[in-house]
């Protein structure tokens, strides 16, 4: 079982909002911008990368359950968004790789 | 874009390259209606009518350099994701208005963004160039005038460092006030 926690330690994320939820679990990967798309095809315990920092975003990973928000390219993430997201309880990281290169290196941790 | 601020500085840029001398932005909330609308117009060169048909192909640009030019296809594609509308009006020798309408409350509608950041980046770049920044929020609304500006200033540049910084917090400011008010 891989958590969050592990995650951050593994791939070296920064921790940017919500840190009392580290020890949630994740169970795949989904990559997407487009809000409205992602909370249609988003699974419960998905880490879910994107480049959007927006408030909505925290709104989107609540609603679909995912086990934490990865920003790539080190996005610059508003205020707003950040204490969204510790309202929520939803773990917040930063890494400056592309969403690729994340999901490339989750998939090494991740026993689908 | 990730900011409706910057899909606006790159339309504005359009309306300095059409060598116009006022550009006039106007943002309206309509918390009621949800709705989000944004206004450019300005009184530079104009587009014929065939011009105005292609502008929203991704493929035209008028720049030489390059022969893509996504700046006005990626703003209405923006607008029609979140049930909005686009339009854009113009007259040879006039000037162009560019009306892009976004559902307020659609969970795609980017945020506005660093608006005074875009304000300053354009006058930065032209400032012979006037602006004129109109923001309604419900019933309030705040307006600003680099004319108005440029008339208290007497001589000193506009793009002076000190001037620069106070037309940021004033417009950042302003905005906050209309917003929560």
Redesign the interface.
């Known amino acids: 079982m891989l958590t969050v926690e592990q995650l951050k330690n593994e791939l070296l994320l920064e921790v940017a909002a919500g840190q009392n939820n580290m020890s949630n679990i994740i169970k795949g990967v989904y990559i997407g911008d487009l809000l409205s798309w992602v909370m249609a095809h988003i699974k419960k315990e998905d880490v879910w990368i994107t480049i959007q920092t927006n408030m909505n975003v925290i709104a989107v990973a609540a609603l679909g359950e995912a086990s934490c928000i990865i920003v790539a390219e080190n996005a610059e993430i508003e205020e707003a968004t950040l204490l969204k997201a510790d309202e929520e309880g939803i773990p917040l990281l930063v890494s400056p790789l592309s969403a690729y290169e994340i999901a490339v290196k989750i998939n090494k941790y991740l026993q689908i | 874009m990730?900011e409706l601020a910057l899909h606006i500085l790159d339309i504005a840029q359009n309306s300095i390259r059409a060598e116009a001398t006022l550009i006039e932005i106007t943002i309206k909330e309509d918390i009621t209606k949800d709705i989000f609308s944004i206004e450019i117009k300005d009184n530079g060169i104009g587009m014929d009518e065939e011009t105005l048909k292609r502008v929203e192909d991704p493929f035209f640009t008028t720049r030489n350099t390059r022969k893509i030019g996504l700046g006005v296809s990626l703003l209405k594609t923006a607008a029609l994701?979140c049930e909005g509308s686009f339009n854009i009006l113009s007259k040879k020798r006039m000037g162009t208005i560019l009306t892009v309408v976004f559902k307020h409350s659609?969970?795609?509608r980017?945020?506005l963004g660093s608006i005074e950041d875009t304000i300053v980046t354009l006058l930065m770049m032209e400032k012979e160039v006037d602006y004129i920044y109109n923001h309604h929020y419900n019933n309030n609304s705040f307006s600003f005038n680099t004319k108005e500006v440029k008339a208290i200033l007497q001589g000193l540049p506009i793009t002076d460092i000190k001037v620069i910084d106070w037309i940021k917090r004033h417009v950042a400011d302003e905005i906050k006030d209309i917003v929560n008010s």
Do not use: L, N, R, V
Request: hydrophobic letters at 30%; aromatic letters at 0%.
């Open positions: 990730k994701q659609h969970i795609d980017a945020p």
